[in-house]
Nanobody, 127 residues
Framework: QVQLVESGGGLVQTGGSLRLSCAAS????????LGWFRQAPGKERQFLGA???????????DSVKGRFTISMDNIKNAETTMYLQMNALKPEDTAVYYC?????????????????WGQGTQVSVSS
């Protein structure tokens, strides 16, 4: 059983910053990858970035590279926290942001590669 709980969303002005958190825990097994996605109204869920536990690799979508950064806390524990630091936010970053856990060992960039999802946190960027 995996629990993923996002927090840190809110309303911010263009150019501002936010840091999202994802508290991740698993009782009987460890997930291999944690990822961030977002979904704007009427659009498909979009990959933002992910962290692989086996070697500490982090990967990002080109659209957010240089603005968004993933960091981790307590990666060796059963309860891990993943952060998404978002800078220079734009109105088009407005979406619900999701944390996801995958059992595969690759940094997959599609939703099909992830087995568990959090409930999401709303990020709104005003112009």
């Amino acid at each position: 059983q995996v629990q993923l709980v996002e927090s840190g969303g809110g309303l911010v002005q263009t150019g501002g910053s936010l840091r999202l958190s994802c508290a991740a825990s698993a009782r009987t097994f460890r997930f291999h990858v944690l990822g961030w996605f977002r979904q704007a109204p009427g659009k498909e869920r979009q990959f933002l970035g992910a962290f692989r536990f086996s070697d500490g690799t982090t990967g990002y979508a080109d659209s957010v590279k240089g603005r968004f950064t993933i960091s981790m806390d307590n990666i060796k524990n059963a309860e891990t926290t993943m952060y998404l630091q978002m800078n220079a936010l734009k109105p088009e970053d407005t979406a619900v942001y999701y944390c996801a856990a995958g059992l595969q060992s690759s940094l997959i960039t599609t939703t099909r590669g992830y087995n568990y999802w959090g409930q999401g946190t709303q990020v709104s960027v005003s112009s």
